[in-house]
């Protein structure tokens, strides 16, 4: 009776750690920044290829995350790099598209660019909608760093299941994205999307102290 209550203890333990990890992917994935572009882009679609156009935008993003997901490790080494130094350096590209969110900063022509993704060439970008928004909308920089920071943080096989509930969810919201955004409206997607970047550089913030604590941490020891 004691090991059947310290297995569910611990099925309980790492369910939460996989729902938080898909929370914080969900978070830098930002789904409401792709639901406005993704309805732009199939606008003329029909229902059945808007569904596959969200197929591949999942499955785009997944390829690459899974991808830095397993041959992290490997990178490391490589680099001969510690998890704490990239910690610092990926919290502050986080940060950085944290306020890019919120204070709808344009750094680096990024904005400018997802605007030139939705006006030039509207048919063949209807065709490359699920790429589009596969990468660079949804699989960024800042999702490639919080992957591979949660790889080598709490492992393949947990992160992997953080990953695929993550995929889900915002496959799910790109399915129904036209009925969300007729649901909420473009104020409050926008007054949304801005929260979500509030609590990305919420988790930079954390994802830079983190790794400056370990770097103390290693020079101490």
Do not use: Y
Request: with cysteine; hydrophobic share 60%.
């Amino acid at each position: 009776m004691r090991e059947r209550s310290i297995l569910c203890i611990s099925m309980l333990e790492l369910l939460v750690a996989v729902i938080s990890a898909a929370f914080t992917l969900i978070v830098i994935l930002d789904p409401l920044l792709s639901v406005s572009m993704f309805i732009n882009l199939t606008r003329d679609l029909q229902k059945s290829e808007m569904i596959r156009q969200a197929f591949v935008a999942t499955g785009v993003a997944g390829v690459l995350m899974l991808t830095f997901l397993i041959f992290n490790n490997l990178l490391f080494d490589l680099l001969g790099i510690e998890l704490e130094s990239f910690k610092v350096a990926g919290g502050i590209i986080l940060f950085i598209l944290g306020l890019q969110i919120v204070l709808g900063l344009d750094i680096g022509g990024s904005s400018a660019g997802h605007k030139n993704l939705e006006s030039t060439d509207r048919i063949g970008k209807k065709s490359m909608a699920g790429v589009i928004i596969g990468t660079p909308v949804m699989c960024g920089p800042g999702t490639i760093t919080t992957v591979m920071i949660l790889g080598a943080q709490d492992g393949i096989l947990l992160t992997l299941g953080a990953v695929i509930l993550a995929l889900l969810c915002i496959w799910l919201i790109l399915i129904f994205s036209a009925q969300i955004k007729k649901l909420l409206g473009e104020t409050v997607l926008v007054i949304l999307s801005k929260i979500v970047g509030l609590l990305l550089t919420a988790i930079a913030v954390h994802t830079i102290w983190t790794g400056i604590l370990g770097l103390i941490a290693l020079s101490i020891a």
